[in-house]
C-alpha cells in the first residue's frame, strides 16, 4: 500500500482482520486502500455478512504531528455525534471507536460506509455543482447553530473567548515549527495582530467550526444528488466566519470576493453574517491561522521536494500577503 506522507499508518491484514473479529463486526473478506487524504490512513473493509464499512486509523503513536493534531481521531467522533444529535446533516455514522491501541496501535474507528464518489469523479454539470455548493452552505448554517461556552480545540483545552483560544491554537503552532527546527516570521506577526484585535475577538460568539469545508471532504450520490459530510476532524469551537475559506474564489481572496456565498448562506439563516471591517478583519485572522497550519505542516508531513511541501509554502505565503493587507 502507498504511502504518501509522513503520518499514515500503514496496518496489516492480519490487525485488521483481528479488529473487526474482536467488536464483532463479521469476518473479513476484503481490504482496500481508500481515499486521497495525507493524514490519516483509510480502509474499506468487507466482511462475509455482506456489509462494507470504513475504518480510519490515526497516524502512528510515533509519528511527529502538530499539537493539536494529537487525539485529533477523538475530536473526529465527537463532531460525527454532534451533527448526529443536532442535526440533519447527512455524515457517517460511527459503529466502534477504538482507542486501546491493544490490536492496532494507533487510534482507529470503524464507520458507516456511505454511498456516493468524490466530486471530481462524478461528472457533474455546472447546475449539479450549483446546487452542491449550495447544499455545503445550508450544512454550515446547520452546523453554525451548534454553540458552546468554551472556544477552542477540544483535544487541546477550551478558552473563555475567541481571542484566547485563537492566541493560544497560533503560539501552539509556532512553538511546533521551533520544534521542528524551523522560524516562522508571517507566523510571530501574526500573533501580534491577534493582539492587535483583541477587543473584536472577544465579541466573537461561539459557533462549531469546521474549518476543512474542501470538495475533498464530500462525497456526492449522483442518483439521489445528495453530498455526505466527511472527515470532520479539524473543527473547533470558535468563528463561525472562518468556514466561508474554503468557499470560492478560495482561501487566498477576502470575504468581500465571496458576496454571492454570504448571501445565500443568509437566506438560511437568522443569525446573519454581513459584510464589514469587523467580518473581513475576523476573516482575515481566520486565514491566517490556516497559513500558518500549512506552513508548519509541511515539516512535519514532507521532505522538501515533496509536491505539497512546495504548495503549502506558496498557499501559505499568499494568505498571508492578503490577509496582512486587511490587517
Same mark, same amino acid.
Given at each position: 500500500m502507498t504511502i504518501i506522507s509522513k503520518t499514515k499508518y500503514e496496518a496489516s491484514e492480519a490487525e485488521i482482520k483481528?479488529?473487526?473479529?474482536?467488536?464483532?463486526m463479521g469476518s473479513v473478506t476484503d #481490504?482496500?486502500?481508500?481515499?486521497?487524504?495525507e493524514f490519516n490512513s483509510v480502509y474499506k473493509v468487507t466482511c462475509d455478512n455482506g456489509n462494507s464499512y470504513a475504518l480510519k486509523i490515526a497516524p502512528p503513536q510515533n509519528a511527529k &504531528?502538530?499539537?493539536?493534531?494529537?487525539?485529533?481521531?477523538?475530536?473526529? &467522533?465527537?463532531? +460525527? $455525534?454532534?451533527?448526529?444529535?443536532?442535526?440533519? #446533516?447527512?455524515?457517517?455514522? &460511527?459503529?466502534?471507536s477504538d482507542f486501546s491501541k491493544e490490536i492496532i496501535k494507533s487510534n482507529c474507528f470503524i464507520m458507516e460506509m456511505m454511498k456516493g464518489v468524490p466530486i471530481w469523479e462524478a461528472g457533474i454539470t455546472d447546475a449539479d455543482y450549483e446546487d452542491i455548493q449550495k447544499q455545503k452552505i445550508s450544512m454550515l448554517t446547520k452546523i453554525h447553530r451548534i454553540t458552546n461556552d468554551g472556544f477552542g480545540y477540544i483535544q487541546t483545552g477550551l478558552?473563555? $473567548?475567541? +481571542?484566547?483560544?485563537?492566541?493560544?491554537m497560533s503560539q501552539n503552532l509556532v512553538t511546533d515549527c521551533k520544534n521542528l527546527g524551523h522560524e516562522t516570521p508571517d507566523g510571530e506577526k501574526f500573533l501580534s495582530l491577534i493582539d492587535k484585535h483583541e477587543k473584536l475577538l472577544r465579541t466573537v460568539s461561539c459557533r462549531m467550526v469546521n474549518f476543512d469545508f474542501w470538495d475533498s471532504n464530500i462525497l456526492y450520490d449522483t442518483e439521489s444528488k445528495k453530498i455526505c459530510w466527511i472527515d470532520p476532524e479539524r473543527g473547533f469551537w470558535g468563528d463561525p466566519v472562518a468556514d466561508f475559506i474554503t468557499f470560492a474564489p478560495g482561501q487566498k481572496s477576502p470575504l468581500s470576493a465571496k458576496p454571492k456565498v454570504l448571501d445565500a448562506y443568509n437566506e438560511l439563516t437568522r443569525e446573519k453574517i454581513l459584510l464589514s471591517e469587523e467580518?473581513? #478583519?475576523? +476573516?482575515?485572522?481566520? &486565514?491566517? +491561522?490556516?497559513?500558518?497550519i500549512e506552513e508548519v505542516e509541511k515539516y512535519a508531513r514532507y521532505e522538501p521536494d515533496n509536491p505539497t511541501y512546495i504548495r503549502n509554502t506558496v498557499d501559505a505565503k499568499d494568505m498571508y500577503e492578503m490577509a496582512f493587507k486587511i490587517l
Open positions: 483481528e479488529l473487526f473479529s474482536f467488536h464483532k #481490504i482496500a486502500a481508500l481515499g486521497a487524504g &504531528v502538530l499539537s493539536y493534531e494529537n487525539n485529533l481521531m477523538k475530536s473526529e &467522533v465527537f463532531w +460525527y $455525534s454532534q451533527m448526529h444529535e443536532k442535526t440533519d #446533516i447527512l455524515c457517517p455514522e &460511527v459503529f466502534v478558552a473563555p $473567548s475567541w +481571542y484566547e483560544a485563537l492566541k493560544k467580518t473581513e #478583519i475576523r +476573516y482575515a485572522l481566520a &486565514v491566517c +491561522y490556516l497559513a500558518l
